[in-house]
């Protein structure tokens, strides 16, 4: 009789057990099909970003950009990089270069170190109807920011929102930015151009290509494409690229590598002279292809456009880009 109970003892924690093994994997389930769910909600509501692709909570009004430096290990790692929807480097005198963060579609907290522009970064700006953020500039880049031709907050101006960690590190916040720039009145809102996207599925056709490099005089970088992602991790020096805010590990869904000419205004200062709408050739990297082509500006109101060597405006994978500007100075490869 004993025996008899203890089987069905067994029997019933057995069942027991398998019901709640059941419930477990019902629950794992529901929040796997209501993960998969937000996923989709999350391409369908929102506001689509055109810098990205993507759809986010909300735009700002207008783009801000904020002037970034890359000159000095003082400067690295730099704060925002992980936020800003897409990110230009760009040459300055002396071989080195300046980062310039376009942020749109999320607003960081702390930004910088906030640097000097030049006249070209100016113009770099104007494509994206931005406000520009900076700490300095050149006497050529004073000159033409005293014509009004474009929104800006200096830290010359502006010292209540900068905060100063050395004689070149200085930061700001992007809250603080957009704060300012609606008391400021530069926050109407602006038709913003951005990029061509591929859709879900679509795929890239060119020469598959796993590493990028390319090699400024005092800048170092490289990047490596991951098939599982499709993003492309960035290391500077040889070291990983990250935010310091939040120490995330920089990674990209597109390169795009354009060509410039130059002058110089005078050899003392080396400073560069770059006319933004000179056009030239292009590279693009996505889906760990690269694809060949061109680009062109019709005047400093217009946009920058990419296109392939087919006439046909280059699509980028949705997510952040990084945009290298290169000139007869650089050093570049890939395999």
Request: aromatic share 12%; charged share 25%; proline share 3%.
């Amino acid at each position: 009789m004993k025996s008899k109970k203890k089987t069905v003892t067994i029997v019933v924690l057995m069942l027991v057990m398998l019901l709640l093994a059941g419930g477990y994997m019902g629950y794992r389930y529901w929040k796997y099909e209501q993960k998969l769910a937000a996923a989709e909600k999350a391409k369908t509501e929102g506001v689509y970003d055109p810098l990205t692709g993507e759809r986010v909570k909300k735009l700002l009004n207008r783009p801000f950009m904020v002037s970034t430096d890359n000159d000095s290990s003082e400067a690295r790692p730099q704060s925002g990089l992980s936020k800003a929807d897409i990110v230009y480097e760009v040459p300055i005198e002396g071989g080195g270069t300046r980062y310039e963060q376009i942020f749109y579609g999320q607003v960081p907290d702390q930004i910088g170190p906030c640097r000097s522009v030049r006249p070209y970064i100016i113009d770099l700006a104007l494509a994206y109807k931005a406000v520009l953020v900076h700490n300095g500039q050149s006497p050529q880049a004073k000159a033409y920011l005293s014509t009004g031709v474009i929104d800006h907050i200096s830290a010359a101006d502006y010292y209540d929102i900068f905060k100063s960690e050395s004689a070149v590190v200085m930061y700001s916040n992007g809250k603080d930015v957009a704060a300012k720039m609606k008391s400021e009145g530069m926050d109407g809102k602006k038709t913003v151009t951005g990029f061509k996207f591929l859709s879900d599925g679509e795929k890239v056709t060119g020469k598959s290509v796993q590493t990028i490099s390319i090699n400024y005089v005092s800048a170092q970088d490289k990047y490596e494409y991951d098939p599982a992602s499709k993003l492309y991790t960035r290391y500077v020096y040889g070291e990983k690229c990250t935010d310091k805010v939040n120490g995330k590990v920089i990674k990209c869904a597109n390169i795009i590598m354009f060509y410039e000419n130059y002058t110089m205004y005078d050899a003392n200062s080396g400073r560069l002279n770059i006319d933004m709408t000179q056009g030239g050739k292009a590279w693009l990297f996505t889906q760990g292809k690269v694809v060949r082509g061109k680009w062109s500006r019709a005047d400093l109101d217009s946009p920058m456009i990419f296109k392939d060597n087919d006439g046909k405006e280059y699509k980028l994978s949705p997510g952040q880009t990084w945009l290298e500007m290169i000139d007869n100075t650089v050093r570049y490869s890939w395999k």
